[in-house]
């Protein structure tokens, strides 16, 4: 990848991180019903940060978990029939619950159509919501995300890149030529 521009700092991360915390809390007056899962790897950490952001908001806990969809995937040539979730981390109950997923950037929408699988064949929550840092557009799939940090028009030929500090030991989003 080719680095074109930082389109995000970590200031600009936090900002962002507050408001989709606030925005959650809104729409769905308050947080009684909530869980926010994140989608492994970068919705993980972003949705720690969203979770502890609406616990000093609202000072109560808020269960956060983690969803592994690799099995889920629709370009894995070869399914297994009784789909296996590695690494995935729910220990709470999702039934009737509003499940927010996490994720860092949406693009086509198969991420979140795995996640959503892969959610349903756990429990049957009351409503699924979609939280994102980065909305790229270019959706192959009926998506949209319910809480956008930041929407950034880009071509095929560019690549986001989203790197938190939990992972990479930075706080930043860059976008870059993909083939350059």
């Known amino acids: 990848m080719k680095f074109k521009a930082k389109i995000m700092d970590e200031k600009a991360i936090q900002r962002a991180t507050t408001r989709i915390a606030h925005e ?4 769905n ?7 926010l899962v994140g989608i492994k790897t970068r919705g993980i950490p972003f949705a720690k940060r969203i979770v502890e952001k609406i616990e000093s908001i ?3 806990k808020v269960n956060v978990g983690i969803l592994d969809i ?4 629709d370009d894995l040539t070869k399914l297994d029939d009784n789909p296996v979730l590695n690494d995935t981390d729910i220990a ?4 009737e619950k509003v499940v927010v997923l996490v994720d860092d950037v949406l693009y086509t929408g198969r991420t979140v159509r795995a996640a959503m699988d892969a959610i349903m064949d756990i429990g049957r929550p009351k409503v699924i919501q979609l939280a994102v840092l980065i909305d790229r557009g270019h959706r192959e799939l ?4 319910d ?31 993909l083939n350059k």
Not at 70 to 73: A, E
Not at 92 to 95: E, H, M, S, T, V
């Open 24 to 27: 959650i809390i809104e729409r």
């Open 29 to 35: 007056k308050g947080v009684e019903d909530i869980v």
């Open 58 to 60: 609202e000072e109560t």
């Open 70 to 73: 690799t099995l889920y995937r």
């Open 92 to 95: 709470f109950d999702i039934n």
């Open 142 to 145: 009926p998506v949209r995300a």
């Open 147 to 177: 809480f956008i940090g930041k929407n950034v028009p880009t071509s095929k030929e560019e690549i986001i890149r989203v790197e938190f500090d939990e992972i990479d030991g930075v706080n930043i989003v860059t976008i870059g030529d």
